[in-house]
Structure formats: C-alpha cells, structure tokens
C-alpha cells in the first residue's frame, strides 16, 4: 500500500556480524527484515524469503532485525528475547523458523516447548528472557529500524533500500534482481 | 475555513487549542506542554486501515519519544468515544484528541483537513516555545512512520546546544 509520492526511505544502520545473517557473506543482494514474530503479514512473508533465498542462493543473503509491536502483539517481545538467547548458542536461524511456523503457539507455555524442540534449554533461556538479558538487543534493533523509516511489519530494505512492494514470491524475485543487476 | 496555504510550515507559531483527550476525556492542547518538544499526528481516523498501523507504531515508540522528552499528540475528527476504544485495542497509552466539535476545526487551524471530512495524515512538530519546527503532509494511504520525526527532535537537540554554547 505505497505509493510513488513516498520518500525512499534508507537503512540508516549498516549490516555487521553482530546481525543474524543468513545466506553467502558475498552475496550481491542484502535483504535486511524488521519483523515481529507474532505478526501475521510476517508469518505470510516467511515462506516467500525462504523461497527467494532457495532459488537465488548465490546471490541473496538475508538479515533478520527485530521490531516487536508489543502493544498489539503481546508475546512478540518475548519471542524476539527468545530468539536472541537462541542466537547466542548459535541456533538463531532454528528458532526463528520455529517461531514464524508456531505463530498460533507463542504463549509462554508452547514457547518453551519450541525452545526444547530446537534442542536448547528451555529453563536456562527462560530464565535470561526473565532477567531481560536480551531486551537491549531487541531494543536496539527496534531503535535503527524506526531511524530507519521502518513503518509497519514486515519491513524489507534491498541493498539499503526500502521496499514499498509486496511479499509474494514474485514481487521479491523481481526486487531481489532488480538489485542485483542494478 | 481550511487554510488556503496547505499545511502549516516550519516558523510559524502553532495555533493554540485545547480538545478532550483519551483517556479520561480531560482537555488537552500542546500549550500544557510547553518547554517540551510537541509532536502534533493529524490522522484521517480511528481503525482506517493501512498496513502497519501508524498511532501503534508510535506507541511502540514510546521509549524513544521519551529520550527526547518529546510529548505524542494523535488527533483526528474521530469523537472521544472511538478514541476511548481504539486506544484500548491497540493498546495506545498516549493521547488521542478529539477534534470532533466544531469538526476538524483544529486541522483545519493546521492545514490538515480534506474535503472528504477527514483530517489529513500530516505530521507536525513543535519545538519547546511552541513553534512550528517541521511538518509533513502524507499520502492518507501511506504510513509515513517516525524517522522524519526523530530527525527533526535531533535538529532541535542540535540548535539548543547551539543556542547554549
């Protein structure tokens, strides 16, 4: 729902190791997602990245950054402390693909039963999403992505670029090699 | 009545009001807050549906709108009633005016009224006198988000420290 009036907006924070990448370090084109594990146009987008990063898996990466609405979405900061106490045992990408595939299942109870199945300790992460031992990372995630022009969720930048259009697999096709030619 | 020049521009001073507000239904006006940086979000109504909701986005915000001390002001012709309810489903704590009677008289004070009854979905920021510091006039379709906001409370850091030193 853009239109062409829209100023481009830019990503502001630049891609770093400390971001949860997925795909070649060389790849040509950079996605980078602000989402929000509890939101249903994100749980929609999820198939279509996969995809998009399954057939163009040379020349797309893709960046995950969080962005939880927690007014709306009640369990999705806590789903986004989860994910980033996976990511610190080196099982980010797991957990993500967890949380997008349980959407209906995100309440404290069925999330510890996700964290068990992505074979990590649920007590043990709990305990740090308690402590809010991660909120600072999803806060500042959220901070850049705001800076950034981030207005809703999912929000895609390509190569720094916002992306005002859809998220079915064709409409990011057409992004991802537009970028990559440009 | 609705100003012939468009939008209100940086410089000039804001127009006073006051309108009844969520919660309780207290009048409010950016004046209760001067010596605090005021953003005025004219939207054109409650549950209008664009993706990404935009008075939610500023609510998860809000931490950052608070290092700037800056107070969120969300209006529309919307009465206080629908207010009342579209704060509590999307969990919006900051205030939510009605500009509802005389209608839209406050838009239309700011430039931000369309013919269509509605208010505009326009941005308005005020320094801490009460001066028009920034605006931005959106597509009513387009969410225009909060970096040109926080680009503008960063200008108005900038120039204070300027003015100080």
């Known amino acids: 729902m853009s239109t062409p009036l829209q100023v481009t907006a830019r990503l502001r924070d630049p891609v770093t190791t400390d971001d949860h990448i997925r795909g070649p370090a060389d790849a040509a084109v950079t996605i980078v997602e602000y989402g929000d594990f509890q939101c249903q146009f994100c749980g929609a987008a999820y198939p279509n990245l996969h995809e998009l990063l399954r057939q163009r898996a040379d020349t797309v990466r893709l960046v995950y950054r969080y962005f939880p609405i927690a007014n709306v979405h009640p369990y999705a900061e806590r789903a986004a402390e989860t994910a980033e106490a996976a990511g610190v045992r080196g099982r980010f990408w797991e957990m993500h693909d967890w949380l997008y595939e349980h959407q209906d299942q995100l309440d404290p109870v069925h999330l510890s039963l996700g964290v068990e199945q992505v074979g990590l300790p649920p007590d043990e992460l709990n305990a740090e999403v308690e402590n809010r031992a991660h909120a600072d990372r999803v806060r500042r995630d959220f901070v850049g992505g705001i800076r950034s022009g981030v207005n809703g969720t999912p929000t895609l930048f390509v190569n720094g670029i916002r992306h005002d259009g859809g998220y079915d697999l064709p409409d990011l096709l057409t992004a991802a090699d537009a970028a990559a030619n440009a | ?165």
């Open chain 2, 1 to 165: 009545m609705s100003d012939p020049n468009g939008l209100i521009q940086p410089g000039r001073t804001a127009p006073g009001f006051t309108l009844p507000a969520t919660p309780d239904g207290a009048l409010l006006g950016p004046e209760q807050f001067r010596g605090r940086p005021v953003v005025l979000a004219f939207y054109p109504a409650d549950w209008s549906p664009v993706c990404g909701d935009q008075m939610s986005l500023y609510q998860s915000a809000a931490p950052v709108f608070a290092q700037y001390r800056a107070v969120v002001l969300g209006l529309s012709v919307d009465s206080i009633w629908s207010h009342r309810a579209f704060a509590e489903s999307r969990g919006i704590e900051f205030p939510l005016l009605a500009d509802f009677e005389p209608k839209g008289e406050v838009a239309r004070s700011y430039g931000a009224y369309m013919p269509n009854g509605e208010a505009a979905r326009a941005l308005v920021v005020l320094d801490p006198a009460g001066k028009v510091t920034w605006s931005y006039l959106s597509p009513p379709d387009v969410n225009p988000g909060a970096d040109g906001i926080f680009d503008a409370l960063d200008q108005l850091a900038a120039d204070r420290k300027v003015m100080a030193g």
